[in-house]
Each structure stands twice: as structure tokens, then as C-alpha cells.
């Protein structure tokens, strides 16, 4: 979630300020932060779905960015905005190649803090 705010808030907003622009208008509204959020309480709390939650949600994700780094490196924009966006995506791709190779190879690891 640190990495989500800063990227997706605290850079565009900080950039927009000192641009003399409106906060808002460098942000890209979605619901990832949220579905991060839900994953990362899943992972500390350990509900039974944890492990099929992470599993779905890398595959997802992984696909989505893939798909994504494929459209983009076709024609590629070296622009703030989109060097931003493609920095966050290759950590988020490897955030969640982690979180699914774990899922699937270590299911009986602790999900939870003791």
C-alpha cells in the first residue's frame, strides 16, 4: 500500500502542486488500491481464502500487466507520466510474480504475523 499511495497519490499530486496545477490532475482514479488493501489484510489476517485470493489476484494482475507492457512496448512513450506508470507496473508485476509463486509452491507457509 506505501508504494500505491506514493505512486499513484503523493507523486502526481506533489508534481501537480509544484506545477501550479490543480492536486487532482495528474491522478488515475481506480480500484487497485483497494483490492491491494484486501490482499494485504488477507495476508496478515489469514482468512481460509487467503491462498485462493492471492492466486487469483496475481493471475489477474500478471495478465493485465503483460498484456499491457506488450501494448506499450510496441510504441513506447518515454514521457514522466508514462516512464511513472511503467515503473510502477514492473513492480507491481514482480510483487505479484512473488505473491503467486509462494501461493503455489509454499501453501502451508504462515499466512499470518505469530
Do not use: C, Q
Amino acid at each position: 500500500m506505501a508504494w500505491t499511495i506514493f505512486i499513484k497519490y503523493l507523486f502526481p499530486i506533489g508534481f501537480a502542486l509544484v506545477s501550479n496545477e490543480a492536486w487532482t490532475t495528474y491522478i488515475y482514479w481506480d480500484l487497485w488500491p483497494v483490492a491491494h488493501l484486501w490482499l494485504a489484510w488477507a495476508l496478515l489476517a489469514g482468512p481460509r481464502y487467503t491462498r485462493m485470493l492471492a492466486i487469483g489476484m496475481s493471475v489477474v494482475e500478471i495478465v493485465i500487466i503483460i498484456t499491457l507492457f506488450i501494448w506499450f512496448l510496441a510504441d513506447p512513450e518515454w514521457s514522466i507520466w508514462r516512464t511513472n506508470w511503467f515503473v510502477n507496473k514492473v513492480f507491481v508485476l514482480t510483487a505479484f510474480f512473488l505473491v503467486l509463486v509462494t501461493a503455489v509452491f509454499r501453501p502451508k507457509m504462515p499466512l499470518s504475523w505469530p
